[in-house]
C-alpha cells in the first residue's frame, strides 16, 4: 500500500539556523499538507497545497515558512530562521482531493532547536 | 475558523468494556469529520470519518456518530482491547481542506 515518506526522520538544529523538511506524498494526490504536533499537544494545520500554489494557510505559517514542489514528486517545508518554539513533530500528508477526502499522514519529522 | 473541543483527555477502561469520546466544533459548515488513532512517536491514521450527509457509521467494533443540530460528534469503541490503546483525535473539515484536531483522548485499556 503506498504511503507518504518523510526525510529526515528526526533533525537537530541550531536557533536561527534554516531546515527543509522533505516529503514525499502519495504519487496520484492532488493535495498536499504539513501540520505540526509539539510534544503531548494536538495537531496544527500549518499549510495545504494545490496545484503549485498555497490554498490555505493558518496563523502559524508565518514569513519564516515556504513550502515547495520542485519536483514531480517531493514537496517540502523550509523554515528559514528556526526559533525555539518550533521544536515540534512535522507531519506532512496528502490526499487525492475531494473525491479523496481521507488525508494520509506521513511518519513525521522530529524537528529540535537547540 | 473552527474549533474543536474533545473530552475526556484521558479514559481508562478495563479491556472488553466500551469507550466513548466526543467532540464538539463550532463552524456549522464543516462537512468531514474524522477519527484519528496514535500511537506513540507513530503517525496519525484514519480510524474512521463522517460526512455531514450521514448521522451514523460503523465498521466492525468502531461507530461514529454525529448530530450537525447540536455540532456534536462522537466515537464509539465496543469490546475494548489493550492494543486499543493510543491517542485518539477527533478532526473537523471545513470548506476547504484543513482539519481542525481536537487536543486527544489518551485512552488506556487494562487487560
Known amino acids: 500500500e503506498p504511503e507518504v515518506t518523510q526525510t529526515p526522520s528526526h533533525q537537530v538544529t541550531q536557533m536561527g539556523q534554516e531546515v527543509i523538511l522533505r516529503c514525499v506524498p502519495i504519487?496520484?494526490?492532488?493535495?498536499f499538507y504539513w501540520y505540526r504536533q509539539i510534544l503531548g499537544q494536538k495537531v496544527e494545520f500549518l499549510v495545504s497545497f494545490y496545484n503549485n500554489e498555497i490554498s490555505e494557510k493558518s496563523e502559524i505559517f508565518d514569513d519564516q515558512f515556504s513550502v515547495e514542489r520542485p519536483d514531480g514528486s517531493n514537496f517540502t517545508l523550509k523554515i528559514r530562521s528556526t526559533k525555539l518554539e518550533d521544536s515540534a513533530m512535522y507531519f506532512c500528508?496528502?490526499?487525492?482531493?475531494?473525491?479523496?477526502?481521507?488525508?494520509?499522514f506521513g511518519p513525521g519529522t522530529r524537528l529540535t532547536v537547540l | 475558523g473552527e474549533n474543536v473541543e474533545q473530552h475526556p483527555s484521558t479514559l481508562s477502561v478495563q479491556e472488553g468494556d466500551s469507550a466513548v469520546i466526543k467532540c464538539t466544533y463550532s463552524?456549522?459548515?464543516?462537512?468531514?469529520f474524522p477519527w484519528y488513532k496514535q500511537e506513540l512517536g507513530k503517525r496519525p491514521q484514519l480510524i474512521i470519518d463522517i460526512r455531514s450527509n450521514v448521522g451514523e457509521k460503523k465498521d466492525q467494533r468502531i461507530a461514529v456518530t454525529l448530530n450537525k443540530t447540536a455540532k456534536h460528534f462522537s466515537l464509539h469503541i465496543t469490546e475494548t482491547q489493550p492494543e486499543d490503546s493510543a491517542v485518539y483525535f477527533c478532526a473537523a473539515r471545513e470548506t476547504g481542506n484543513m482539519l481542525t484536531f481536537g487536543g486527544g483522548t489518551r485512552l488506556m485499556v487494562k487487560p
Open positions: 500528508a496528502s490526499n487525492g482531493g475531494l473525491a479523496g477526502v481521507e488525508q494520509f
Open positions: 504519487s496520484n494526490h492532488l493535495y
Open positions: 463552524d456549522s459548515a464543516s462537512n468531514y
